[in-house]
């Protein structure tokens, strides 16, 4: 069946670790524009599931198609330059770099070091790295870290960490945006400010797909759920439906 609003497809996906089956006969669609959540107890194969569509590992059988194209094991870097970015479950910064320097530095190492390739592709290199900077200028205000660009990325806060990630994967240019667990181990402030952030991502016309734990979020941020255990799809639908579903009640409950 061929969904054309669909800018993520997976299909039939597995992987397994041994004999832990983590992602099992997995099929499911993000809408381009949605907020798209995956929930799911620990250890049902959420975060390999991110690993899988960003291409950090294989799966052993099944199909991810980006739009109508066919991104299945293609290089972490390759799928990158096609627009899907993310950030990572635990915060992944490099101890030594400002915020503006990891957000720059990791737009390359994301991209193979095809930095924004469309724009740039026929400028000069002082030009590149003039208009590279300016759009870095502008999402760091975007993620309202202008002020802290010269600070060392790791040493703000925890919610301003992850909005170095955020900014990171947002130079990209993504048209979908990965984000595992953004707000776990974030206080309620923190929580509010980010989910802010995220709303403003997708009215800017990036898809996003978040594994998350908070209900609350979940239930005021996205259109779409999607609900695992044990790699297989439990239940999908609106928040109104997965809400009080029994089905999510008791995978949360069994474990
Ligand atoms: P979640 O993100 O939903 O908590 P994970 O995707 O991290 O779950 O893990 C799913 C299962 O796969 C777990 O049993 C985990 O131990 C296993 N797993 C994940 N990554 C690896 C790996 N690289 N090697 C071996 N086992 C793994
Ligand atoms: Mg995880």
């Known amino acids: 069946l061929v969904d054309d609003s669909a800018i993520l497809t ?6 397994s670790f041994g004999g832990v089956k983590a992602v099992n ?18 250890g049902a194969g959420k975060s390999t599931l991110f690993n899988l569509i960003t291409g950090v590992i294989t799966p052993d059988t099944g199909e991810i198609k980006l739009s109508n194209q066919d991104i299945t094991s293609l290089r972490p870097d390759k799928i990158a330059e096609r627009g899907v970015s993310r950030t990572f479950q635990n915060i992944r910064l490099f101890p030594d770099m400002t915020v503006f320097e990891t957000v720059l530095i990791g737009t390359y190492l994301l991209t193979g070091g ?13 030009n590149k790295e003039r ?13 309202g870290l202008w002020d802290m660009r010269h600070e060392y990325a790791a040493r703000l806060s925890y919610g301003n960490q992850r909005r170095v990630e955020i ?31 995220f709303s403003q991502v997708n009215n800017q016309g990036i898809t ?32 109104e439906m997965i809400q009080n579903h029994p089905a999510v009640l008791e995978a949360y409950m069994g474990r």
Not at 114 to 126: E, G, H, Y
Not at 171 to 189: H, I, K, S, Y
């Open 208 to 239: 996003i797909l978040i594994i998350a734990h908070d209900m609350h979020l979940v239930n005021t941020l996205s259109n779409q759920i999607t609900v695992i255990n044990f790699g297989e799809k439990l239940v999908e639908g609106p928040p």
């Open 114 to 126: 095809k930095l924004l390739p469309a724009v740039f592709r026929t400028k000069s290199f002082r």
């Open 167 to 197: 900014a990171r994967a947002l130079a990209t240019n993504p048209v979908l945006l990965l984000l595992d667990e953004p707000t776990a181990g974030m206080n309620q402030q923190e929580t509010k400010e980010l989910m802010q952030l």
């Open 131 to 143: 208009e590279a900077k300016e759009r870095i200028e502008e999402i760091l205000k975007f993620v």
């Open 25 to 42: 006969n997995l099929s499911f669609s993000v809408k381009e524009n949605n907020i798209h959540a995956i929930i799911g107890p620990n």
């Open 10 to 15: 997976v299909n039939q996906l597995s992987k």
